[in-house]
């Protein structure tokens, strides 16, 4: 976790294509600033890879750096303050055993409510956020054995990414954007620092699930199989809008497969002729009505293009838990469908299948490449020359 003042008055977006959602910053006096005592009311608390992104706004829009990290001593004073959170996540390290959860907690029972802030929320992308609201959910439901009530809040800094997933979960109380002011911190009893996740190490050795369960301090083996499965609900509103376009395609008798070739990053992203050459082959070898949500430059009696229906994630949601089949790329699709247990294929490009779908009974998976496919552990890899090996 980083903790920083700034020296000035700061407005920052937190997204540059949207610059009426904005975080203030208030600086210290000047004297404090000066000789670097800042009080804790200016003091601010984030991650890592956060404190990067808001100093480069900071350069971008102001022209230069007006954020200073807290000292070494200042740091250690804050975790050492009696009100600061007690830390029950866990960090694989060299020199830090895993205790588990129950140990964790123990100097904090006896409190009738327990007071939880997770700081980078459960992860911004919608498959890894799945997963994570998954794992929260055995967090929580482990922490009601404790404590009569529980609270969790999740901090991240882009608050709006997501927001429809976690405001379904009973397992979230309040979300907060990143940064945030430390007096703002010291209202919990305890925090999970979740930073730089995906940076981690044994991010990707292991099933995604089994991670979030460690850096929850939860041994991933005492919790079930079965227990690991995302768990989706439907939003009522959306499927009733749905309700007259889908029933006209199942009134056409043949099962629907939806094909999905598109990801968030371009190396795990089917390129369009390849996604020509396969909707090619399943129209010819099978009956299906093929669906996609995405704009393929195809045209057939029996491919339907739905992205105009597909306008959110719950719509999304929605039409693919009326599939009878699912073939996609390495992305949030197979996530969903297996929560309503359709039988689905997915071509993974950079990750070994069984880290992602071991828990998934109706997912099959396939490495491109198999054993020679040299992108394994490259799975955020921009470079060019990865991406065009992906594609061929």
Do not use: W
């Amino acid at each position: 976790m980083d903790f920083f003042y700034v020296t000035n008055n700061l407005k920052l977006p937190v997204d540059l294509s949207r610059p009426d959602r904005a975080i203030l910053f208030n600086a210290p006096p000047l004297d404090a600033v000066i000789t670097r005592q800042v009080p804790s009311d200016y003091l601010y608390f984030t991650t890592e890879c956060n404190t990067n992104t808001i100093k480069h706004l900071c350069k971008l829009i102001y022209k230069q750096d007006m954020l200073v990290n807290a000292p070494a001593g200042a740091i250690r004073q804050i975790q050492s303050h009696p009100g600061f959170p007690r830390d029950i996540g866990y960090i694989k390290s060299k020199h830090k055993v895993f205790i588990p959860l129950e140990e964790k907690i123990k100097p904090l029972l006896g409190k009738k409510l327990l007071k939880v802030a997770i700081i980078n929320g459960m992860g911004t992308g919608s498959g890894d956020s799945l997963v994570g609201i998954r794992a929260l959910q055995v967090f929580y439901e482990k922490l009601k054995q404790f404590f009569s009530e529980v609270e969790i809040d999740l901090f991240q800094f882009h608050l709006e990414k997501n927001l429809q997933l976690y405001g379904k979960e009973d397992a979230v109380h309040m979300l907060y954007p990143l940064p945030g002011p430390l007096p703002k911190l010291l209202e919990y009893d305890a925090c999970v620092d979740m930073g730089s996740f995906i940076a981690r190490e044994e991010f990707n050795d292991r099933p995604m699930i089994d991670f979030y369960l460690q850096a929850l301090s939860i041994d991933s083996d005492t919790v079930s199989a079965e227990d690991k499965r995302v768990v989706i609900k439907l939003d009522p509103y959306i499927e009733k809008d749905l309700d007259k376009s889908m029933q006209i395609l199942k009134a056409r008798g043949s099962k629907l497969l939806l094909f999905h070739p598109l990801a968030s990053t371009d190396l795990r992203t089917m390129p369009q002729d390849k996604a020509r050459l396969m909707l090619d082959k399943i129209i010819n070898e099978t009956n299906y009505i093929i669906v996609s949500t995405v704009n393929i430059q195809y045209r057939h009696e029996r491919y339907i293009d739905l992205s105009a229906l597909s306008k959110s994630l719950d719509h999304f949601i929605s039409i693919i838990s009326r599939m009878d089949a699912v073939i996609t790329v390495d992305t949030v699709t197979y996530h969903i469908s297996q929560s309503f247990n359709i039988p689905t294929l997915v071509l993974f490009t950079s990750i070994d299948p069984e880290y992602r779908i071991k828990y998934y009974p109706m997912v099959s998976g396939i490495l491109l490449g198999d054993s020679g496919n040299r992108l394994l552990g490259q799975h955020k890899s921009s470079r060019k020359d990865d991406i065009e090996y992906a594609k061929k």
